[in-house]
Nanobody, 128 residues
Framework: QVQLVESGGGLVQAGGSLRLTCAASGGDFTGNHMAWFRQTPGKEREFVAAFRWISGTTYYTESVKGRFTISGDYAKNTLYLQMNSLRSEDTAVYYC?????????????????????WGQGTQVTVSS
């Protein structure tokens, strides 16, 4: 049974940094995309960044490019999101997600419906 557990959220001032961690268990994630999404009350869950284990390929939503970095430690089955230069608009609950895509080239997965497994979320609050 796949489980994803996020940690690392908290309160930070604008311009500060946080690193989120997602510990994955219950499967072989080699052929998976791993992603971070975020959601604020009353809004749709928004794609932030994704990482493909087999190739190390990463991709981001435009608003976080140059500020956030997604990475993974395959030996630990752990996904990270390093968030720098945080802004008040980054305030949200951040969710880790994963889906199996296979071992060949696949298109990017940027929507909520593309992912099968989700963590419980971790709150990030950026004060201005």
């Amino acid at each position: 049974q796949v489980q994803l557990v996020e940690s690392g959220g908290g309160l930070v001032q604008a311009g500060g940094s946080l690193r989120l961690t997602c510990a994955a268990s219950g499967g072989d994630f080699t052929g998976n995309h791993m992603a971070w999404f975020r959601q604020t009350p009353g809004k749709e869950r928004e794609f932030v960044a994704a990482f493909r284990w087999i190739s190390g390929t990463t991709y981001y939503t435009e608003s976080v490019k140059g500020r956030f970095t997604i990475s993974g430690d395959y030996a630990k089955n752990t996904l990270y999101l390093q968030m720098n230069s945080l802004r008040s608009e980054d305030t949200a609950v951040y969710y880790c997600a994963t889906t199996f895509v296979g071992y060949n080239g696949t298109p990017e997965r940027r929507t909520r419906n593309d992912y099968d497994y989700w963590g419980q979320g971790t709150q990030v609050t950026v004060s201005s």
